[in-house]
């Protein structure tokens, strides 16, 4: 394997991550809004660089989940002990990933004067809002109008 073809792997992986993953979805949107209104808080570098870590880890945290349920899936269709405990623990430690991130985001994004300039941004780039309404209207689309896998195999399941 060639070591181009193996970031196309990982690309590919990423997206089946994001077409079947409702959560993956929804922390893609979360880490997008983040990164848009980041810019008014003039964060210092140390701050940016936790930021992106942070997205960094829910989302690699989230694809590690769906490689074990993926895998956990595979191996039993039937219910097992063991599975679940490996599922909910995999699903345990991304919470506990986004839950940090909501707290670390709270103590970043709590600055009024953040919130005041990008008000004061938007109301003088109409275009920008614009983008930021049509954005704000297809972000639930995207996270809950794409197929989930888990309602996809329920429904297999139910036609059987």
């Given at each position: 394997m060639t070591f181009f073809k193996s970031f196309q792997y990982a690309?590919?992986?990423?997206?089946?991550c994001i077409k079947n993953e409702r959560n993956m979805r929804f922390h893609t949107v979360a880490a997008l809004y983040v990164l848009i209104?980041?810019?008014f808080f003039h964060f210092s570098r140390e701050e940016w660089a936790l930021l992106i870590l942070l997205i960094g880890a829910v989302i690699a945290a989230e694809a590690i989940n769906t490689s074990i349920?993926?895998?956990?899936n595979k191996v039993t269709k039937e219910r097992d002990p063991y599975i679940r405990i490996a599922k909910d623990a995999a699903a345990?430690?991304?919470l506990i990933l986004?839950?940090?991130a909501v707290v670390i985001g709270?103590?970043?994004f709590g600055n009024a004067d953040g919130w005041r300039e990008a008000y004061r941004f938007y109301l003088t780039h109409p275009?920008?809002?614009g983008a930021l309404i049509i954005l704000t209207v297809f972000s639930p689309l995207y996270i809950?109008?794409?197929p989930h896998r888990n309602s996809q195999t329920q429904r297999k399941g139910k036609k059987k």
């Amino acid at each position: 394997m060639t070591f181009f073809k193996s970031f196309q792997y990982a690309f590919c992986g990423l997206i089946q991550c994001i077409k079947n993953e409702r959560n993956m979805r929804f922390h893609t949107v979360a880490a997008l809004y983040v990164l848009i209104f980041a810019r008014f808080f003039h964060f210092s570098r140390e701050e940016w660089a936790l930021l992106i870590l942070l997205i960094g880890a829910v989302i690699a945290a989230e694809a590690i989940n769906t490689s074990i349920e993926t895998l956990c899936n595979k191996v039993t269709k039937e219910r097992d002990p063991y599975i679940r405990i490996a599922k909910d623990a995999a699903a345990g430690a991304v919470l506990i990933l986004a839950i940090a991130a909501v707290v670390i985001g709270i103590l970043f994004f709590g600055n009024a004067d953040g919130w005041r300039e990008a008000y004061r941004f938007y109301l003088t780039h109409p275009l920008h809002l614009g983008a930021l309404i049509i954005l704000t209207v297809f972000s639930p689309l995207y996270i809950f109008a794409l197929p989930h896998r888990n309602s996809q195999t329920q429904r297999k399941g139910k036609k059987k």
